[in-house]
């Protein structure tokens, strides 16, 4: 069994920023990549950002130059660093791994971040 616990989420004002942790646990092995997507209300999920295990990244546009995902690979854990935080970016951020050689993918639960002011 695979377990992805996000944590991080919150309300902010906007031009604030926030910090996204995940961390994979359980029976997961050989991880190809690690990335956060996200939910706003009426639309459907999207990338945000992803990075594999050799640290090549991708971002989606909305996102380039606020945004940095990370990872820790020895704990298995991915970040992400939001900053400059706009009110469309309010939506359910979920952590995404790749694993398995790529013949596995699991979900996290999601975490709710709010841009408000």
């Known amino acids: 069994q695979v377990q992805l616990v996000e944590s991080g989420g919150g309300l902010v004002q906007p031009g604030g920023s926030l910090r996204l942790s995940c961390a994979a646990s359980g029976s997961i092995f050989s991880i190809i990549a690690m990335g956060w997507y996200r939910q706003a209300p009426g639309k459907q999920r999207e990338l945000v950002a992803r990075?594999?295990?050799?640290?090549?990244?991708n971002y989606a546009d909305p996102v380039k130059g606020r945004f940095t995902i990370s990872r820790d690979n020895a704990k298995n854990m991915v970040y992400l660093q939001m900053n400059s935080l706009k009110p469309e970016d309010t939506a359910v951020y979920y952590c995404?791994?790749?694993w398995g050689y790529g013949s596995r993918e699991s979900w996290g639960q999601g975490t709710q971040v709010t841009v408000s002011s």
């Open positions: 990075i594999t295990s050799g640290g090549s990244t």
């Open positions: 995404n791994v790749d």
